[in-house]
């Protein structure tokens, strides 16, 4: 197969954005973009940086997690650093009160002692085609339901065929609503172990008080290896398998930054919606926001409790409450960034030009002037629908646990059931189930789980429209109506998810009526069928709204045929780049680029568990050991700016320099840029980096794992 992209790259790439806006795609920038990029600083061949036959950059980023975070390598044994928020699950799944590895960090000091993560992986993108050809020959003029069956079957069709010819994992993802399509050969690493971690007190350094914030001093990174089959390929976890050897690592510069200084991310950020309508940004303020942070905010003041008054709760908890606040900080500070800059109205006024520009041809108005009209007509019809939506997903699948325990467990027990009539075959399924439930309940509490349900059950009720919803005498019983907390209480005493003991008896039982009537199995079934009909619902409205949302991304090209469009984000490998840079986020503030250790000692609270410091970095400060990572004025960096484009998935992004080399860590956005998912800020938005030079240092004086470092390729420009 070959990359045909000349058609797109006319249609797509024909001039420049501002240099700092933009999730690109390697493989389809144009060459005015490589252009830009030389100007801007970049000092290396654009191959080195892509390439899709030789050896470059691409080959050292991974995408974790199918898409959660981004990792790179820097060494030639699969040493891969990411965040310390992406490893956060795998760290508080290794802690125990007597391993506290949230609290006190860990580090492996040989191969033997790094610890294995169940289920997480890296995946390496190998190639890259347009395919968009192929599918508009077949579906280009269909619409609707006819043509998302088309075009699933193309796509089906497709990704076997190139997965069998490239022995390699094959996915085909569209681009632009529709109008474009890539497909991805990657391969999957399913053996990726914890090599170090700094303690939270440096990892999460400010916690949720200082997220979305600057100046941020927080030394969000930490060390993972892929290991692989002797033979090199992707291999589950086995003591026989051995470090995987990348094609490409990236060089670590410790020579410094300064401002104006050209970065580059390489990453794989999530999901934006960058071209959505001022109906849609409607919903997600009005509807969708409003909702995630109010559900979020009940569920985390249940955790907050539990887990201050107990250590194996704070373990337990630790990460499901830094998954949800995340979030529910978001929500909220996305909306008011909204407001704050205006965003709905600048929209409608992009919609009312491109209006206008239709009136002045009848072939045009002909073709996308229904687009507008058609989007608008389905959020109007479809709004309670998100609003059952949003609240079934936050309170009840999202919510308790034993929810997700119920459904989840099912799926373990039909398994099972298929299974019977080979006792060999059902062995081997039931050690894989008993394992499975293990992990599921290794975190579980159920007295906090019942708090949730109760608050949570309470919320769903109240809120959502009564016929987007079971009836409460359906879904409680007529003993309950009128005591939801009594039917909560009988619910976790009498189901036998409460438990992971009860929940295997259950499961190895071949009496499936026993396993149904189970009270929170019964339950949750009722919760997810009413789901199900309103996700249906949902479909069938959405697919005029995908066929006019199509029309008018193709439509906003045509209007402006001068400028060049980047596709959303879609968890796929994308390029941004920038500079560094101070920034004014209002009236009589500015903010310099660079952080400190001083500032680390400034926000010292002991009292404040997000502004605790560790003894041994305090005592680094007061003496002034720096060694060689210290700036010129004899202070130790910690974070800066930079105007690259990001966004979630970005986590873990090497910033790179001029020279292609590792200069920081991406971590996070400011508060003042929140609406980048749905429009970028020039002036504002932001991203935030951990500098390398603090990430050494740590491994240097605190850590004291000079191995580490002594596997890096360590330069200076």
Request: glycine share 6%; charged share 25%; net charge negative.
């Amino acid at each position: 197969m070959r990359i045909h992209i000349t058609v797109i790259l006319i249609i797509l790439f024909s001039s420049v954005l501002k240099a700092d806006e933009g999730m690109w795609l390697p493989y389809l920038i144009s060459n005015n973009q490589i252009e830009q990029m030389h100007e801007k600083g970049l000092q290396i061949p654009f191959e080195s940086v892509y390439s899709h036959s030789e050896p470059s950059l691409k080959d050292a980023i991974v995408s974790l997690d199918d898409g959660g975070c981004t990792g790179e390598f820097i060494s030639r044994k699969g040493l891969l650093l990411t965040n310390h928020h992406c490893g956060y699950n795998e760290i508080q799944q290794h802690s125990s009160i007597e391993h506290n590895y949230l609290e006190n960090g860990f580090w492996a000091q040989s191969l033997d002692e790094e610890l294995p993560n169940p289920g997480k992986k890296a995946t390496l993108l190998i190639e890259a085609h347009d395919v968009t050809e192929q599918i508009k020959k077949h579906a280009g003029s269909l619409s609707g339901p006819q043509r998302i069956t088309t075009i699933d079957s193309l796509i089906s069709h497709i990704e076997t065929e190139a997965s069998a010819e490239h022995k390699l994992d094959a996915k085909v993802k569209t681009f632009f609503s529709g109008n474009t399509y890539i497909l991805f050969l990657t391969q999957t690493f399913h053996d990726v172990r914890l090599v170090g971690t700094p303690p939270s007190s440096i990892g999460k350094f400010g916690g949720d008080t200082d997220n979305w914030m600057w100046p941020r001093h927080t030394g969000d990174f930490s060390f993972f290896r892929v290991y692989c089959a002797p033979d090199g390929s992707p291999a589950e976890y086995s003591k026989d398998n051995i470090p995987f050897e990348p094609k490409m690592h990236l060089k670590t510069d410790l020579s410094g930054i300064n401002k104006g200084d050209y970065t580059m991310t390489l990453g794989y950020p999530g999901y934006t919606q960058r071209y959505l309508t001022s109906f849609g940004i409607k919903e997600i303020k009005d509807v969708i926001n409003p909702i995630v942070a109010e559900t979020r905010s009940i569920k985390q003041e249940i955790w907050s409790k539990a887990m201050e008054a107990s250590e194996e709760i704070n373990i337990k908890y630790a990460a499901k409450y830094s998954e949800s606040s995340n979030y529910w900080k978001y929500a909220i500070g996305q909306n008011k960034a909204l407001d704050k800059l205006d965003i709905i109205s600048k929209q409608k006024e992009k919609e009312s030009r491109f209006t206008e520009w239709l009136k002045s041809d009848s072939v045009k108005l002909n073709t996308f002037g229904k687009t507008l009209p058609v989007i608008e007509a389905s959020y109007l019809l479809g709004n309670k629908l998100t609003l059952a939506e949003t609240i079934t997903q936050e309170t009840m699948l999202e919510g308790p646990e034993i929810i997700n325990f119920a459904l989840e467990i099912s799926t373990l027990y039909m398994d099972l059931q298929e299974k019977r009539a080979d006792s060999k075959e059902f062995q081997l399924q039931m050690e894989h189930a008993t394992k499975s439930i293990h992990l599921l309940y290794k975190d579980f509490d159920a007295a906090v789980d019942q708090q949730i349900f109760m608050a949570m059950l309470s919320y769903y009720l109240k809120n959502t429209p009564e016929k987007l919803r079971p009836e409460i005498e359906s879904l409680l019983g007529k003993k309950y109506l009128d005591n939801w907390t009594a039917f909560t209480q009988d619910l976790y005493s009498k189901s036998a998810l409460s438990s992971s003991e009860k929940a295997l008896k259950l499961l190895s039982s071949d009496d499936a009526d026993a396993f149904f009537e189970d009270p929170a199995i019964a339950y949750s079934y009722q919760v997810l069928a009413y789901f199900y009909k309103i996700l249906d619902l949902h479909d069938k409205l959405n697919r005029q709204h995908d066929d006019a949302q199509r029309l008018l991304v193709r439509g906003y090209m045509l209007q402006q045929p001068e400028k060049d469009f980047y596709p959303d984000a879609n968890s796929t490998l994308r390029l941004s780049y920038g500079t560094i840079g101070d920034y004014e986020p209002k009236d009589g503030v500015k903010y310099k680029y660079l952080t400190t250790l001083s500032g680390i000692i400034e926000k010292e609270d002991p009292e404040q568990l997000d502004f605790n410091v560790p003894e041994q970095l305090k005592t680094l400060y007061h003496n002034k050991d720096f060694a060689s990572y210290a700036l010129d004025n004899g202070k130790m960096p910690v974070c800066f700016l930079t105007n690259n484009d990001i966004t979630g998935g970005n986590s873990g992004s090497p910033v790179l320099n001029n020279n292609g080399n590792l200069i920081g860590l991406a971590f996070d956005g400011n508060w003042e840029a929140m609406t980048s998912d749905l429009a970028y800020e020039e002036r504002l938005q932001k991203c935030i980096c951990v500098d390398i030079r603090y990430i050494i240092f740590i491994l240097d004086k605190m850590a004291k794992a000079q191995h580490l470092i002594d596997e890096m390729e360590i330069v200076s420009q």
